[in-house]
């Protein structure tokens, strides 16, 4: 969690604190600037954040299987499993990159899931607790992960995909107006 408030801003470097506004302010914007892509354009940013997930999928594979290959100590079956792991980054990375629309609809597929577990676990707590004030909210909350699991797993694969990078879209918008009013916190004053 980040504890900032103006009286500890006010103590720090005044070009210190410049220097972290302007790098919010444009981290604000790309992410800004990200989102409105999203919402505009859902198809073409999703097969770019499909290779960029496929990006990461390969450095994390190289990554791991170098460091398995370096750091092996006598464990010959963590090794192994270690560049079996690696090998199934590499080959994920591979299908993001050269086949985004199945990156996407995996994806879906995954937060799809992720949404229904959440929502059973919601409505759990929400039953376990219901004599606690604002129990509710949680069973309310799982009922809308509910809702949004069937819909990114039952629906077609275009609305899917289209679903998932309007909710990355919206997550991009809501992470950039947080930025802005945390760069307003880096105003140094007079």
Partial sequence: ??????????????????????????????????GIFCLINPLASGAVLSIVVGILFLLSGIT????????????????????????????????????????????AFFLGVLFL?????????????????????????????????YLLLSAGPLTSMTMLITFVGIELLFSSFSCFMLAGLFKPRN
């Fill in 64 to 107: 791991l299987i170098a460091s398995m290959i370096s750091n092996r100590s006598g464990n010959l079956w963590p090794m192994i499993a270690g560049i079996l792991m690696g090998i199934a980054y590499l080959v994920m990375g591979y299908v993001f990159v050269t086949n985004p629309a199945a990156g996407i609809l995996t994806l």
């Fill in 1 to 34: 969690m980040l504890n900032i408030d103006r009286s500890r801003l006010s103590r720090l470097d005044p070009g210190l604190l410049r220097k972290q506004r302007t790098t919010l302010l444009v981290l604000s914007l790309l992410l800004l600037l990200g």
């Fill in 117 to 149: 577990l959440g929502g059973v676990i919601r409505l759990i707590t929400g039953f376990k607790l219901r004599g606690v004030s604002g129990s509710w909210v949680q069973i309310l909350i799982g009922v809308l992960d509910l809702i949004i699991a």
